[in-house]
């Protein structure tokens, strides 16, 4: 068989690879500590769960339609009104089974040969593999030039060209639990007024899980930025939904027919009865995610404190997500063989910095969303291993 070339230039996500390592390790008797996957250990709210069972009991078991019931999408509209007072047509608004089609569906829009993307590295994985996909060239700009990971628009507006078609920006930021507030952002903003030739995708699907009662700084603060303006978000962070596939995209209207062909050519629609679990998780109490937060800062400042104590580690505070990025270059490793050390000789898995990107090549990423308890015994085993 011959396949066609871009399959090969598609990537992964290393936590694939370290998921299916602690299973066969865990198969073999050892017990491991797991701080990789990109998910709590708080359940979904109940009032999402059975609105779901409801739906299945009413006999909400068919197709709707591709870009999501109008229920949901209405919902989604009325959430980002009262969270952000941006009002948003729900024609613009596409109910997606996951987070990732809609960062799949935008740079496919705009990925060509000869045509630029921007995108953060360190960061979310897909993102350079899908570029890679469409045979456009992948322009990185390196977080990792500022210890605290934020984004920064003189670094970043510079490398745009008149070959750029798209901008992927994401914040609070995944691996490195980095947060840019919004004067830098307007500024972000600002400069990319002078670019209309560049779409942007926003990746916000961690902008409620902000620490410190810090200003949500999203780009629906921006509507000269409308119309080329693609913001994706979802259920899996803020409710803890990730095994859901639940997702929604916010996109210009001359893109909206494009995004329902794709999805008619993908996936058809999204499951029915969890569309009406959606609903309920938006309209809802959110006492769950008042508990997760106040929970997920004790658990932050536990695992930064245990991560400074170790000899060789330096670690900045997160001002979002669930994850801490640590730079272990003192160890004398680099995050490669610290991470495989620490799954084989500690039993805790953790991802190396390099699986999202190539400039980090000296740190890894661990996931706080677990018990204190487990936090406590992964720092143990780490310390006890660099002796």
Known sequence: MKIAKNVNRLGTEAVYNIFAKTKKLAKQGKKIIDLSLGQSDFKSPKHAVEATIQALKDGHHGYTLPNGIIECREAVSRKIKKLYNATIDPERIVVMPGGKPT?????????????????????????????????????????????????????????????????????????????????????????????????????????????DNKEIPTFFNYPDLYDRLIVLNGWSKTYAMTGWRLGWGVWPKNLAEHVFKFCVNNHSCVNTAAQYGAIAALEGPEDHLKDMMKEFTIRRKFIVDGLRSLKGVECSLPGGSFFVFPNIKGTGMNGEKFTERCLQEAGVAMIPGTAFGKFATDNVRLNFATSKDNISKALEKINNMLG
Do not use: Q, W
Request: aromatic share 12%; net charge negative.
């Open 103 to 211: 960062m799949h569906y935008a740079i496919s829009f705009f990925g060509e040969p000869g045509a630029e993307i921007i995108y953060p590295d360190p960061g979310f994985p897909i993102y350079e593999s899908m570029i890679n996909y469409t045979g456009a060239k992948a322009v990185p700009f390196n977080l990792t030039e500022n210890k605290d990971f934020l984004l920064n628009p003189n670094k970043i507006l510079p490398l745009i060209n008149e070959n750029t078609r798209l901008i992927i920006l994401n914040n609070p930021h995944n691996p490195t639990g980095s947060f840019t507030e919004k004067n830098t952002i307007d500024k972000l903003a600002e400069g990319l007024l002078n670019f209309p030739h560049v779409a942007i995708l926003c990746d916000e699907i961690y902008d409620r899980l902000i620490f």
